[in-house]
């Protein structure tokens, strides 16, 4: 999103000030894209490999709403909703046989999710009418940036994070939810009906799938049933590098992926900044088979040990 | 609330453990269930408390008839359970491990005044992740936990087990203290001796899943009878 119009490996201020920009886009939309999937891998132990396509729903439902004569906020709403009721159908139906069973998971997720595209390939054709994105373009030097990119979509990811801190943290659900992840028999015998606590989180990542899909669906440019794949492929990359810990571990990998990206992506394109991202998840897991947060937990276990 | 615990037969994977189970446990009793280790005593508990479906049989706690009512029926149904082992959520800090055990009992009534008044380490380590406590605090937590929501029956899956013997004799006394002053019933899985003996009123023996002996009033304090049914 963001437009040189001089040569990027030229340092000055606006060209440190076109990265930050860069960087903000793309932590805004690892975390976004991201965030869903966390908390369903995280939560459930299940890889959705569908959350591309739940996504989707949610730019066809924004886009489809907006058409249809819905005022854009409101067309956002609709996105959201659907995403959620799909979620809840697909966890009663398909997912709730598949808890704690990764690879299961991901070969019935991922079949889902070519019947997903599929299905809207031939109900709604190639693509749908893009819309266009609000708030403009800010100038400065020979550089611009979208304000809906690379200043609304970053602050909604970090107030999404912070509100999914405070839900899991400060409210019964969140801690109920916690326990249930922790030992769902002892939450059991707790008095905790752990069939609705998978039944909300799943619906909370559907939500969260559609939020992303709502808020994108103004920044995507062409809206066609493949798009699913562009939110997959980071989301997954961050999900493996953060580790089970949802909200520290999407926001540490959301960091350090879009350090890497933003970076690659201003110097020499954004081809090179998605090959950078890749890499990075390589080295990252090859180094931190359990991802950043289980390299935070382990080393915190250690100095406990050794007090 | 009498638990009334009727031909209960229960095993994993068609394994069969248990085999024709009866038990009674009378309002505001102290029962023990004796045995060695493998004889079925934890799968007798989770049986009751509906962690483990039971093939035939029944379980009826206040006349309600809980047997395929799931685990967390049985709590909002009044029933609080310490698991073997603990099994405090470790990622959780104190005060929210008590949070959780206030589902059980299925209405608002809390006892966090008294159960910080038996054991007041937990008020003083509240924001303390519970896995970062020594054995014996995770026990009481774990007996805290299920007490909080002020259950009216207490099944406690070997308190002794991994907890340093002056802690143990510190958490028989609270058993037997919260007993007298809530007037919860508690029946316990034990083969610690001086638990048994300690908290006991009257024990039933079980072995290769049976109940094999009722051991009732001062017989509880015969250690050769009791001897009997825990010694390899």
């Not at chain 1, 999407?250 to 970076?263: E, I, K, P």
Request: include cysteine.
């Amino acid at each position: 999103m963001i437009t040189p119009t001089a040569t990027p490996l030229s340092i000055s201020g606006y060209s440190l000030l076109a990265l930050f920009f860069q960087f903000l886009d793309s932590f805004g939309f690892i975390v976004l894209a991201t965030v869903g999937l966390a908390i369903i891998f995280g939560m459930m132990g299940v890889i959705n490999l569908a959350h591309g396509e739940f996504i989707l729903i949610g730019v066809y439902g924004t886009a489809l709403a907006y058409h249809a004569g819905a005022p854009l906020p409101l067309g956002m709403v609709a996105g959201v909703i659907a995403a959620t009721a799909f979620g809840v159908v697909v966890e009663r139906t398909i997912v709730r046989h598949f808890y704690d069973r990764l690879l299961d998971s991901m070969v019935a997720t991922w079949g889902l999710a070519l019947v997903v595209s599929q299905l809207l390939l031939i109900v709604f054709g190639s693509s749908l009418d893009s819309i266009s994105t609000p708030l403009g373009n800010v100038s400065y030097g020979p550089y611009s940036s979208s304000v809906y990119s690379s200043v609304l979509l970053p602050a909604i990811a970090v107030c999404v994070l912070a509100g999914l801190y405070a839900l899991f943290t400060r409210t019964t659900f969140g801690i109920k939810a916690r326990a249930t992840i922790e030992d769902p028999e002892t939450a059991r015998a707790m008095g905790i009906d752990t069939d609705r606590m998978y039944v909300a989180t799943f619906a909370i990542g559907s939500a969260l799938a559609g939020l992303t899909g709502a808020l994108y669906a103004p920044a995507l440019g062409s809206i066609t049933p493949n798009r699913g794949n562009t939110f997959l492929v980071e989301a997954f990359v961050a999900v493996v590098v953060g580790g089970q810990s949802v909200i520290l571990g999407t926001l540490a990998a959301s960091g350090v992926l879009s350090v890497f990206n933003a970076t690659g992506s201003f110097l020499f394109g954004t081809f090179v900044g998605q090959m950078l991202l890749l890499l990075v998840a390589i080295v990252a897991l090859r180094v931190l088979p359990d991802g950043i947060t289980g390299y935070v937990d382990d080393w915190q276990q250690r100095r406990r040990a050794e007090e | 609330m009498t638990l009334e615990v009727n031909g209960l037969n229960a095993g994993y994977d068609g394994t069969p453990i248990l085999r024709d189970v009866d038990l009674t446990v009378e309002t505001g009793e102290i029962v023990g269930i004796v045995g060695r280790n493998g004889v079925g005593k934890t799968t007798l508990l989770k049986s009751i408390m509906g962690l483990l479906e039971p093939e035939t049989g029944t379980v009826r706690f206040g006349g309600e008839d809980l047997t395929r009512e799931s685990a967390d029926a049985h709590a909002r149904s009044s029933i609080g359970y310490v698991p073997q082992g603990r099994d405090v959520f470790p990622g959780l800090t104190v005060e929210e491990n008590l949070t959780i055990g206030e589902g059980i009992g299925g209405d608002d009534e809390t006892r966090y005044e008294q159960v910080y008044e038996y054991f007041p380490i937990l008020e003083e380590r509240a924001d303390q992740d519970a896995g970062t406590m020594s054995g014996g605090q995770q026990q009481m937590l774990a007996i805290a936990r299920a007490l909080v929501g002020d259950p009216d029956l207490l099944l406690v899956d070997e308190p002794s087990e991994g907890v340093q013997p002056s802690i143990v004799q510190s958490i028989t006394a609270d058993l037997a203290q919260i007993n007298e002053s809530f007037g919860t019933t508690i029946l316990f899985v034990e083969q610690n001796l001086s638990v048994i003996q300690g908290l006991a009123e009257r024990c039933y023996a079980i072995d290769h899943g049976q109940i094999v002996d009722e051991i009732d009033g001062e017989a509880v304090d015969d250690r050769e009878r009791l001897e009997e049914y825990l010694v390899v």
